[in-house]
């Protein structure tokens, strides 16, 4: 029985598992990150348009 105890104690869950688990975490995830990656883009395209003269 103590060793049952023992072993459940020194199980961890990985990080990642915690992750991915989670599905409102990675709903966040799959929203959040894209529309960030949408307005840097945005930015660099703008940045990149030439002054007009």
């Keep these: 029985m103590s060793e049952e105890i023992t072993q459940k104690e020194e199980e961890r869950i ?7 688990d989670n ?15 949408y307005i840097l ?7 990149s348009i030439p002054i007009a003269k």
């Design 41 to 47: 883009w945005g930015i660099m395209e703008i940045i």
């Design 14 to 20: 990985p990080f990642w598992q915690h992750v991915l």
């Design 23 to 37: 599905p409102f975490l990675l709903l966040f995830l799959g929203v959040v990150m894209p529309t960030v990656f």
